[in-house]
């Protein structure tokens, strides 16, 4: 069956938010956080694996400080669901963080993150990641 103009559109608005959101992991590994800042929305929240809440500026600076800093985040495929001007992405990844200078074993994580464009340009919004057991 062929796809329809619209179904194509869908599909490449799904793959810049898969770009937008694998840059977002690179800036946020190498500690970006200049370029991460721009790929969060300013109202962003993290939900954490162990269900603390973090606003963009406490997360981004857990990070600038070195708080959190993370030594790998390799994700996996990343689902995507379009809607409009929202999206929402689902994807396992691999990490390896130092969490509060505690080394924290590599693990695998779902992650759930929500998307908005605004002005042509896709930040995430709100962040959730579950560890596999």
């Not at 194509?8 to 800042?37: G, H, M, T």
């Not at 600076?61 to 929402?88: F, K, L, M, Q």
Request: include cysteine; aromatic fraction near 8%.
């Amino acid at each position: 069956m062929a796809q329809t103009v619209d179904s194509l559109a869908v599909d490449a608005v799904a793959e810049r938010i898969r770009e937008v959101e694998r840059a977002r992991l690179r800036a946020l590994v190498a500690a970006d956080v200049a370029a991460a800042s721009e790929l969060h929305a300013s109202d962003f929240q993290l939900i954490t694996p162990m269900g603390a809440v973090l606003s963009r500026d406490d997360y981004l600076g857990a990070i600038a400080t070195g708080h959190i800093d993370y030594a790998a985040w390799e994700p996996g495929s990343i689902d995507v669901r379009v809607h409009g001007n929202a999206a929402v992405i689902r994807y396992q990844a691999e990490l390896e963080v130092v969490f509060g200078g505690r080394p924290v074993p590599r693990a695998t994580y779902w992650h759930t993150d929500t998307y908005e464009c605004v002005d042509g340009k896709w930040q995430a919004v709100w962040s959730q990641a579950t560890e596999v057991r």
